[in-house]
């Protein structure tokens, strides 16, 4: 492996390759290990968002179930774990329990020096994890000479856990920061220092998220939607389906047939997960599909209109105008 010494992120970097050995870069604020094709293959990247928060980001599949130690990274930290794909698992060294992860679901780990913590990957499973880690002791001293509500709530909710030598929330699922992911490139084509801007500011969105989940979490009841959590993933297979083909003219009945839900749970499990009915958040899937064709495409916006699945341009233009409050003509000009 390369001398990750080199590297002004090689602490996080040195302390993962102990587990998954590769070849370390830079590339602008990112410190990447590129997995050797001995166990496996993908990326690790880790970057320093502000002093006292660093982001990780583990894209890999593995040729044997491994373990990778990340509660000594920092000491005096608070880990926000989000499983974006495959599932994994997280176990404190001298205990026998280990709380699973699966896909979409978050969770918060704190751990001290001396009662060290560990992510178990399975083998052969396509897995990406976003972990950012907390430094208390930073993060007090940076936030505690400015007045904001980021900072106040960051606090509080070190302040809460604080008592414990080792702590574990397991989360809910959440599609939101499923998005907030979707949207991170790391394409070194792209400009570089604003697509660096872009994706720091997703990173501070991906991390509010996480801790206002926590406090909803810890003052209400567990799923408060009253389904269960097998019935909550069949939710998230038919919003990705939708997402991946916005085209395809869905109604009520062949959802609730694709899913085994009754119409009641299905419409109940998307307000849940996404604040909308299932009719709106298929509108807003093709919508925004729309937008995106309207920016990265020369197709003309009858053509857009009917690879969105709808077929009144005229309609189109209504509810394009009344979400981004340009017409898609004018969007894309904004756009140029």
Known sequence: MNDVKNYVGYSAIEKISSNLKGTCERVGEIDILTIDESIGQGTVRCVQLQPGIQIISLQVSLLEDTRVCIDDLLTESLQ???????NIAHHFKEKTLTHSLDQYQTAIVRSIIGY???????????TDIHITLVNKNVLFDTFQKVENYF???LLDLLDSIDYAHQYIHLGHLNLKIAAQLRLISYDTTENKISQQLVNKGRYYIILAKQIAQFHSEKSTVKNTSGLLKKELQQITSLSEAIKENPEVQYSLKKLCLASGLSPAKLQEGFKFMFDRTVSDFIKTTRLEKAASLIVTTDLSISEIVYNIGLTSRSYFCKIFKSKYHYSPKE??????
Request: aromatic share 14%; charged share 35%.
């Open 331 to 336: 969007y894309r000009k904004k756009s140029v």
């Open 151 to 153: 900072g106040t709530s």
């Open 116 to 126: 060290d913590g560990e992510v178990l990957i399975p083998k052969d499973v396509e």
């Open 80 to 86: 926000f774990y989000y499983c974006h794909e495959g």
